[in-house]
């Protein structure tokens, strides 16, 4: 047996453990303010928390059924699990930091540690079980109960640009009606804050209060049981804990003292059975128990299996907390869920999946959707602001996964971040110039609105920012007679058209169409005969 | 444009600009006298070309007739040199001004006494690929001298001007260092386009304009000349080292640039216009805007009443 003290023996282990959390969180917070174009391009580790994740990495690969390279990555999380158990909750997960930090707030500051109800424990089980089933079926839904993706896609669509807006309208009010003593201090510091903390620029997302309303239900959540994301429904930490189990590492003593039961009166996991025994699949290994053992008994330490079945009253922690009825109740309701969607989709209640408008480089049709595991990174990459998330336009499985939407931002002809920073694959990284030939959808006039056709004036904006070297937008030079004040004249009038062979659908003419609403040349997506056309990395 | 007019001119925006919340829809417009170019009025404006492959040296020659960076530039002014910076493409593809050459000019006016120069554009591109790119805010930065930078826009900077004198734009949003400046430089380079035919010292201006800038282009032309009246260059200089043949604004292509090695520069915007279409074989009268802006009075579009010296 070798034990594990304090490091340095009067620093209590929650000083540490603040420290690491804080660390990784601030290392994420890092890591997502460097998913933005900045200087000569995004690093490629942004998108880092994602490959580590076990979660996604499975899911993934049965999505894909094959074993994706850079998602191996997670094994360093696997490896942890069975070194000190489910200790990423506890250390490293940064979800699981905000929700210690920010959860007195929900809460306000009532007491909420300790076993509590239990009788929502089992759904994390049946959310695990519906993710790794749904992943080969077509329904990933790992994108909607990770963890890292949650709080992603809640930072990226809402957190973020609510930031930038507020610091924008507040030193902008500044800037317009305070003295020039006042200016002389804000205004470096806003330049200081947009350079480091802010994002570089103010975007913008459809549907930024879907995520914004998922965390703000895992924060209130709170309120009920500390940690209560974390004890009954994240799937990576019932994932990680089905894993702790098999560690040869535990506390000594397993059980609650008789008489005392600080221990589970202290647990923000809950982490104690009904007899009392601390439970590895649901420990966090956060020290807390260790630090306030009145007696100074609690520690953690290896063992081997068998000295665990030598001391059992010590050694041996609670059973898995999913007996066997309720393991085939929770696979029950795993295969439910992406069967109810199939037959929902088959009958046509809900929407089958159709063709958007996708990033370059992305897969094609149903391999997108299984491999995009919903990240938001290349939304938040896309320096325009054109990627936006889908909502339920492709039924209900295409959610949070990008499409372009030409309007808000245009598909930039000298860019690949979206290729460069999706982690799973479902945007292939593809070569400037393959890039450059990749067809996203087509453009297409609507000559009922078209400037030229329409109303007989001069516009052709779309023509001129066409990024193709020979342009694919054609202008065609027509006379048309006109009213004027002088009486009816003749003028000569360009107009334009599609050539199809060179369009590669980036959408900058829909964009810049001077048209107040819908644009008079819009793109659409590609019909099944020129899909296949498109390169594959 | 006289000296008094001028600081009164800065003096009223200033005030203004204090307290008026640039953001608002019904913010106070600013109404300037609509201003005319020096060159109208002048007996003769004069107009100079030079030709040469060191562009930094090619600046400083071809503003010799015209009295030198000084004529334009007094000390303590704050400068403002406009390039093209609105595409995503490099030097070569000769879609943007060249960056030697504004890095030159900047030099000039830091040189003649500019207490600030401010090198900027609204590209049509996304901004960070576009300034960086075109070599241009790397050429701005590499001068090393504080007063000279190249930021991108402030988004509170854009405020509404009244155009009184113009025919089919009376009011726009404009960039106010832009309207403010003391000294404006605009520096375009010499390119096809598709419904203006070229776009050239006029259309230069498409940078400082806010919101839907689009919407102009049916009435392109007078549209242009209208808001020139209240930018007013006080000098043109353009960029004619490579001009883009085919395919503009945008290009791509490299076989549509051709090298030609040349500056045009006069404190007359529609002289340097007029002149300037040769180089692509057409007239002076074949580009709208030039046309429009000549009947307003702004300059001369007729190349036999400018004195043209050739460096």
Same mark, same amino acid.
């Given at each position: 047996m070798r034990r594990i003290r304090s490091m340095i023996t009067r620093i209590p282990w929650r000083y540490w453990r603040r420290l690491t959390q804080a660390a990784f969180l601030v290392a994420f917070l890092w890591l997502f303010r460097q998913a933005e174009l900045r200087g000569d391009d995004v690093p490629g580790f942004v998108n880092l928390p994602f490959r580590l994740d076990p979660l996604i990495a499975t899911s993934a690969m049965l999505a894909a059924r094959a074993i994706i390279a850079t998602l191996l990555l997670s094994l360093i999380i696997v490896a942890l699990t069975i070194f000190v158990g489910r200790a990423f909750c506890g250390w490293i997960c940064p979800l699981g930091t905000l929700l210690d930090w920010l959860g007195p707030i929900a809460r306000l500051f009532k007491n909420r540690k300790g076993v509590g109800s239990r009788r929502w424990r089992p759904i994390r089980y049946w959310l695990l079980i519906a993710v790794l089933v749904g992943a080969p079926f077509g329904l990933p839904l790992v994108g909607y109960l990770d963890p890292f993706s949650l709080l992603q896609q809640g930072m990226t669509f809402a957190i973020d640009p609510a930031l930038r807006w507020s610091a924008d309208a507040g030193f902008g009010w500044l800037y317009f009606n305070a003295s020039e003593s006042?200016?002389?201090?804000? $205004?470096?510091?806003?330049?200081?804050?947009?350079?480091?903390? &802010?994002?570089?620029? +103010?975007?913008?997302?459809?549907g930024a209060g879907i995520s914004a309303g998922i965390l703000l239900v895992i924060f209130l959540l709170e309120r009920a049981q500390q940690r209560f994301w974390c004890r009954n429904l994240c799937p990576l930490g019932a994932m990680l804990g089905v894993i702790a189990r098999l560690a040869p590492?535990?506390?000594?003593?397993?059980?609650?003292?008789?008489?005392?039961?600080?221990?589970?009166?202290?647990?923000?996991?809950?982490?104690?059975?009904?007899? %009392?025994?601390? $439970?590895?699949q649901a420990c966090t290994v956060c020290?807390?128990?260790?630090?306030?053992?009145?007696?100074?008994?609690?520690?953690?330490?290896?063992?081997?299996?068998?000295?665990?079945?030598?001391?059992?009253?010590?050694l041996k922690g609670a059973p898995m907390d999913l007996s066997r009825r309720g393991f085939i109740g929770a696979c029950a309701v795993g295969v439910a869920l992406p069967a109810g969607f199939a037959a929902a989709q088959a009958t046509g209640i809900a929407p089958a999946n159709v063709r958007l408008l996708r990033p370059p480089g992305a897969l094609e049709g149903d391999d997108f959707l299984d491999l995009c595991v919903r990240c938001g990174e290349c939304m938040k990459v896309c320096i325009t602001n054109g990627l936006q998330p889908v909502l339920f336009e492709a039924g209900p499985t295409?959610?949070?996964t990008p499409r372009l939407v030409p309007r808000t931002g245009y598909c930039e002809f000298n860019c690949t971040l979206c290729g460069?920073?999706?982690?799973?694959?479902?945007?292939?990284?593809?070569?400037?110039?393959?890039? +450059? +030939?990749?067809?996203?959808?087509?453009?297409?006039?609507?000559?009922?609105?078209? &400037?030229?056709?329409? $109303?007989?004036?001069?516009?052709?904006?779309?023509?001129?920012?066409?990024?193709?070297? #020979?342009?694919?937008?054609?202008?065609?030079?027509?006379?048309?007679?006109?009213?004027?004040? #002088?009486?009816?004249?003749?003028?000569?009038? %360009?107009?334009?058209?599609?050539? $199809?062979?060179?369009?590669i659908g980036c959408g900058i003419c829909e964009h810049v169409c001077p048209l107040d609403d819908l644009a008079g040349v819009r793109i659409t997506p590609l019909n099944d005969d020129d899909a296949g056309e498109n390169v594959s990395a | 444009m006289t000296e008094e007019s001028d600081v009164n001119r800065r003096q009223f925006l200033e005030q203004v600009a204090a307290w008026s919340a640039g953001l608002a829809v019904a913010a106070p417009v600013f109404r300037i006298a609509s201003a005319q170019?020096?060159?109208? *009025?002048?007996? =003769?404006?004069?107009?100079?070309?030079?030709?040469? /492959?060191?562009?930094?040296?090619?600046? =400083? =020659?071809?503003?010799?007739?015209? *009295? *030198?960076? !000084?004529?334009?530039? /007094? =000390? *303590?002014?704050?400068?403002?040199? /406009?390039?093209?910076?609105?595409?995503?493409?490099?030097?070569?593809?000769?879609?943007?001004?060249?960056?030697?050459?504004? !890095?030159?000019?900047?030099?000039?006016?830091?040189?003649?006494?500019? /207490?600030?120069?401010l090198v900027f554009d609204r590209p049509c591109n996304e901004a960070r690929l576009t300034y960086k790119n075109s070599g241009i805010k790397e050429a701005v930065e590499s001068i090393g001298d504080k007063r000279a930078s190249c930021p991108f826009l402030d988004e509170r900077k854009w405020m509404p001007v009244k155009i009184e004198k113009g025919k089919v734009v009376k009011e726009w949003r404009l960039y106010g260092d832009a309207v403010k400046a003391d000294c404006y430089i605009n520096v375009p380079i010499a390119k096809h386009h598709g419904v203006g035919r070229l776009t050239l010292g006029l259309k230069n201006v498409m940078g400082v304009m806010g919101d839907n800038r689009g919407k102009i282009h049916r009435q392109l032309g007078q549209s242009l000349a209208d808001i020139n009246l209240v930018i007013a260059p006080k000098l043109t200089v353009i960029d004619a080292t490579r001009i883009l043949l085919r395919h503009g604004p945008s290009g791509g292509n490299l076989d549509d640039v051709k090298v030609l090695d040349t500056l045009v520069a006069s404190a007359d915007m529609v002289a340097t216009d007029a002149y300037a279409t040769a180089f692509f074989d057409m007239k002076p009268e074949d580009v709208p805007a030039t046309v429009a802006a000549h009947e307003m009075g702004m300059g001369e579009i007729n190349l036999e009443k400018v004195k043209i010296v050739k460096v």
């Open positions: 006042v200016t002389n201090i804000s $205004e470096p510091v806003y330049a200081f804050l947009k350079d480091h903390i &802010l994002s570089i620029e +103010q975007a913008a997302y459809i590492f535990g506390r000594r003593p397993m059980r609650s003292c008789k008489g005392c039961g600080h221990c589970a009166h202290t647990c923000r996991m809950g982490a104690f059975d009904d007899g %009392q025994r601390l $439970e590895p020290m807390d128990c260790v630090d306030s053992c009145p007696h100074q008994i609690a520690q953690f330490l290896w063992f081997l299996p068998k000295k665990r079945a030598a001391a059992p009253t010590t295409g959610l949070f460069q920073v999706c982690p799973t694959g479902a945007i292939q990284p593809l070569p400037l110039a393959d890039k +450059q +030939q990749f067809k996203i959808g087509k453009a297409a006039f609507d000559e009922d609105l078209c &400037l030229p056709y329409a $109303e007989h004036e001069p516009c052709i904006v779309c023509e001129e920012h066409c990024p193709v070297p #020979d342009k694919a937008i054609k202008l065609t030079e027509v006379e048309v007679e006109v009213e004027t004040e #002088d009486g009816p004249s003749t003028i000569v009038l %360009q107009q334009p058209s599609v050539d $199809e062979e060179l369009c | 170019t020096p060159a109208a *009025g002048a007996a =003769s404006p004069v107009l100079a070309v030079a030709t040469g /492959k060191d562009y930094g040296a090619l600046v =400083s =020659s071809v503003l010799e007739p015209l *009295g *030198g960076m !000084k004529a334009f530039v /007094k =000390s *303590g002014d704050r400068v403002v040199v /406009k390039p093209n910076i609105g595409w995503d493409r490099t030097p070569e593809q000769a879609a943007n001004t060249h960056p030697e050459v504004v !890095k030159a000019l900047v030099k000039q006016a830091l040189d003649a006494g500019a /207490k600030e120069v």
